[in-house]
């Protein structure tokens, strides 16, 4: 009997530890499977995200251009020429200060302008609207031959003719011509640029075409303003 009850307590007791054993087995599973999930999906959130990001550098709309930006370029080169070629005639000429100022305010602004739009195209390897005697230079569309506004594709463009008529102009006549010639010739400038900013696809001439409109439409203000015009 004394036996009996020993074997009896003895396999309780075995049957206990296995219990306790495969508890334990469990819960050391449980953890182990709960601390891998966690980190394989900390992974997962990593590498998507890594994924998602914008790597350094790559701006949307800067590192690829179409035929509008090449046009923008082709076709503001010579239109800033143009205005910095009417600019450059104000120190001579002009009696306004106020003239001269903004005359000089132009001259600062587009030349950098032309520098800048001339690298563009030599990396994309477009043509870059050589300059002729005038410093305005020629492409497809242009026409310096007419009277008025000339035939070029470009809004605002002054004909040679109109160019010889300021040249010979000096003092209040010479101001009321350059006042009345560069609010056209501006207003054709915000009229590219906008088109620019519709169509275009490279960032830095879109960034160019706002800044165009926005220095350019003040300008226009403030030279109807001189004019006495709303």
């Known amino acids: 009997m004394a036996i009996r009850r020993s074997l009896l307590r003895r396999t309780a007791a075995l049957a206990a530890a296995a219990t306790a054993a495969l508890v334990l087995t469990a819960c050391g599973g449980d953890s182990d499977s709960?601390?891998?999930?966690?980190?394989?999906?900390?992974?997962?959130?990593?590498?998507?995200?890594?994924?998602?990001?914008?790597?350094?550098?790559h701006s949307a709309g800067q590192d690829g251009h179409n035929a509008q930006d090449v046009t923008f370029?082709?076709?503001?080169?010579?239109?800033?020429?143009?205005?910095?070629?009417?600019?450059d005639l104000a120190p001579t000429r002009a009696r306004s200060q106020q003239v001269k100022d903004l005359a000089a305010s132009i001259r600062k602004a587009q030349d950098p302008e032309i520098d800048t739009m001339t690298g563009w195209l030599r990396a994309w390897g477009a043509t870059v609207p050589e300059a002729d005697?005038?410093?305005?230079?020629?492409?497809?569309?242009?026409?310096?031959?007419?009277?008025?506004?000339?035939?070029?594709?470009?809004?605002?463009?002054?004909?040679?003719?109109?160019?010889?008529?300021?040249?010979k102009l000096s003092g209040a006549?010479?101001?009321?011509?350059?006042?009345?010639?560069?609010?056209?010739h501006h207003q054709g400038a915000v009229d590219m640029a906008r088109t620019e900013q519709a169509k275009g696809v490279y960032g830095p001439a879109t960034t160019l075409a706002k800044s165009i409109i926005t220095s350019q439409s003040a300008e226009i203000a403030g030279m109807r303003k001189s004019l006495g015009e709303r």
Do not use: Y
């Not at 242009?142 to 070029?152: F, I, K, P, T």
């Not at 006549?173 to 056209?184: E, H, N, P, T």
């Open 34 to 57: 709960g601390s891998s999930g966690h980190s394989e999906h900390g992974k997962g959130a990593t590498a998507d995200a890594s994924a998602s990001a914008p790597s350094a550098g």
């Open 73 to 87: 370029a082709q076709q503001m080169i010579p239109h800033h020429r143009q205005a910095v070629a009417m600019a």
């Open 133 to 167: 005697a005038s410093g305005m230079g020629d492409m497809p569309g242009m026409d310096h031959s007419g009277s008025g506004h000339s035939g070029s594709s470009m809004p605002g463009m002054m004909s040679d003719s109109d160019m010889g008529e300021l040249e």
């Open 173 to 184: 006549a010479f101001d009321q011509a350059f006042l009345r010639m560069m609010i056209g």
